[in-house]
């Protein structure tokens, strides 16, 4: 991707899902088990509807790479942020 590109916004889910590949397919970390998640995901009723998604945000919740935006750990998958975010979440 070209520089350029790097502070365009993304979604949340999308940076859930480079955070997993790069755990999992650099670093070479295991999957976790995602028992529990949702209790500790207020909105996980919407994350599960994202098939493209929902594994990806259940490892980084799992992971402890991502927490929720409040303290009910409402993930807001569908909000943007800019890849400078991704890069220190």
């Not at 502070?7 to 999957?31: G, H, L, W």
């Not at 599960?48 to 594994?55: D, N, P």
């Not at 807001?76 to 220190?88: K, L, M, N, P, Q």
């Amino acid at each position: 991707m070209p520089e350029t590109e790097w502070d365009k916004p993304i979604t949340r889910y999308e940076m859930a899902q480079v955070m997993v590949r790069i755990s999992e397919e650099v670093i070479k970390e295991d999957a976790k088990g995602t028992s529990g998640v949702a209790r500790i995901m207020a909105d996980y009723s919407e994350v599960s509807k994202q098939k493209a998604y929902k594994y990806y945000v259940e490892q980084a919740f799992m992971k402890g790479l991502i927490s929720g935006r409040d303290a009910q750990g409402t993930f807001d998958g569908s909000s943007s942020g800019t890849r400078a975010e991704a890069s220190i979440w």
